[in-house]
């Protein structure tokens, strides 16, 4: 059975990590470096950054963030924020990481994803979808931190980042994000349901038992957290330890 992974997340604004719930009140709470070089002594399997203010000036200051990363860490790094064109793929991958993600550029321009899969390769490919659930139950894709609700169903556009060459979703719940009330399990087993690619699953955490719980009734792939692991109320080594009590598989 494959490994199950744990993945910390970090947000970067203007070269420092930081934290907000629902992008309020957000705080430096440190050099994304010496973060990242921490989880991966600790064993995460990948890391996430995500460039929050991913302005053009921004993203200078994120590749050298990733270039000095790259240097230090070994496990796979994940790129994202305001990845807008092939160039923008090419340079994050030039700079040392692993995956590149692509949110609202990839809802506005589906092609994005079928050209860089071409390119890079779907391995490369992650597309980040942000969900929240309708009145009717259903769930829609919005951005902008879920201020823009893109009339989407967000299951029907896995299925088709998928078919256009996503190798792999990263999947939160805007419900659910900042509340640490656990991730939403509804929404994971109906995107799970429809594509064979791996799904992250994003939103929510606050528990060692919130890691089972998804393992346990879902067929996601990974589990990202952020806060949880930044203000040390958990660590990689605590959440893998767990779920190996559970006969969850994960690399020790």
């Known amino acids: 059975m494959i490994a199950k992974r744990i993945i910390p997340c970090l947000d970067v604004r203007d ?76 340079d994050t991958l030039r700079a040392g990481a692993d995956k590149v993600s692509v949110n609202s550029s990839a809802v506005r321009n589906p092609e994005l994803i079928s050209q860089a899969a071409d390119i890079f390769g779907s391995q490369c490919v992650v597309v980040a979808i942000d969900a929240k659930r309708r009145p009717d139950g259903g769930f829609t894709v919005v951005v902008n931190g879920g201020r823009i609700d893109m009339g989407i ?29 656990g991730f939403d399990i509804e929404l994971l087993n109906a995107v799970c349901g429809v594509v064979k690619i791996p799904v992250i699953a994003s939103g929510g955490c606050g528990t060692l038992e919130h890691f089972s719980e998804v393992f346990e009734q879902t067929k996601a792939s990974a589990a990202l957290a952020a806060s949880l692991f930044h203000y040390k109320e958990l660590t990689v080594p605590q959440v893998k330890a767990h779920l190996k009590e559970k006969n969850i598989p994960v690399r020790i």
């Open 153 to 181: 169903d967000a299951v029907q556009w896995a299925q088709k980042a998928e078919s256009l060459g996503a190798g792999e979703i990263l999947l939160t719940s805007m419900d659910t994000d900042g509340t640490k009330k």
């Open 15 to 90: 070269g420092k990590v930081v934290k907000g719930i629902n992008f309020v009140g957000i705080k430096e709470v440190g050099d994304p470096v010496e973060c990242a070089a921490m989880y991966d002594e600790q064993g995460a399997d990948e890391i996430v950054f995500l460039d929050i203010t991913a302005t053009h000036e921004g993203r200078g200051t994120m590749l050298e963030v990733v270039r000095n990363t790259a240097k230090k860490v070994f496990v796979p790094l994940t790129v994202g924020g305001g990845i807008k064109t092939i160039d923008d793929f090419r």
